[in-house]
């Protein structure tokens, strides 16, 4: 095909990294596929052809993440989509989680993904092109989940870092976006993607309510995870790609409700706001 692309996902075992494997695959693109564990990656992917690299990666591993890309080159010279999809949900109050909790949230969503970024960078400027897509969350626009402080954090950071990173990488071709989806019917709410506290403050009523509502909410999310990659493909085959996709009705709703309200908290406190500059 004249389009052929390679692409190079993380977190590609499940999810939405899964399906965007196999729909990748099916229209004939070049698929790398990473995961933490390979024997899982391979079990569920199902694929073999020259096309499809499968590779173990612990995007957390500086190391093992240079010598992933490195691989990736040597197996088909270039690289033009990155799709930065690992990572997963912390729930838990901010009194609630312990350092090493958070710090470990921070470390996957966030650091991992810098990692991934700061290592195919040398080889999207040499090709003076490239796209890439950070899966973020509607959680990386609204904090207004209660007892998902940290996760938002971390997907506030990756909204934060691609911003600044689609202005600096644009002199040389490269293209960012942000997909920042709402719920979808993937594995996210269940065990092997959502990490609960260790400890729970039952004072903390609001979020005793937010992890029943998500356990209830587990296999009834609204979006379809088939249609939400179809979507992410189109954007990565976009002459123009914006740098913000929302994903989902639920996500744009959201969105909006924060701009508006962001805007009246504007305007309310502007006039105060104004009067700190010098006379």
């Known amino acids: 095909m004249d389009n052929q692309k390679v692409w190079f996902i993380t ?3 499940k999810g939405f990294g899964l399906e965007l494997v196999n729909q990748l695959s099916q229209l004939g693109h070049k698929v790398v596929a990473t995961s933490r564990s390979l024997a899982e990656l391979q079990d569920a992917a199902g694929t073999e ?17 240079s010598k992933a890309i490195e691989t990736t080159v040597s197996r088909f010279g270039r690289i033009d989509v990155v799709a930065n999809n690992a990572g997963y949900g912390q729930l838990g109050g901010i009194e ?19 990692n991934i970024i700061r290592h195919v960078l040398p080889q999207l400027r040499k090709q003076g092109s490239g796209h890439i897509l950070n899966i973020s969350s509607i959680a990386g626009i609204s904090g207004n989940f209660p007892g998902w402080g940290i996760y938002c954090a971390t997907k506030f950071a990756v909204e934060g870092l691609s911003e600044s990173l689609a202005t600096e990488v644009a002199p040389f071709g490269i293209k960012v ?29 609001l979020i005793r309510d937010s992890e029943a509502y ?5 296999g009834n999310q609204p979006g379809d995870p088939v249609k939400g990659v179809t979507a992410i493909i189109a954007i ?26 962001f805007q009246n908290e504007i305007a309310t406190w502007k006039k105060l706001s104004v009067e700190t500059a010098f006379a």
Do not use: M, W
């Open 96 to 114: 609630e989680l312990t350092d090493a909790e958070s710090r470990s949230n921070f470390d996957v969503n966030v650091f991992g993904t810098l």
């Open 236 to 261: 990565a085959d976009a002459e123009n790609p914006p740098v913000h996709f929302l994903l989902g009705q639920d996500a744009n709703d959201i969105a909006e409700a924060k701009i508006k309200a």
């Open 11 to 13: 977190g590609a075992s």
């Open 49 to 65: 052809s020259e096309s499809f690299l499968p590779l173990a990666l612990d995007i957390t591993d500086e190391a093992a993440v």
């Open 177 to 205: 976006t942000l997909v920042e989806p709402g719920y979808f019917r993937t594995n996210f709410l269940k065990s092997g993607s959502l990490r609960l506290p260790e400890t729970r403050i039952q004072e903390y009523h």
């Open 214 to 218: 998500h356990e209830q909410l587990e």
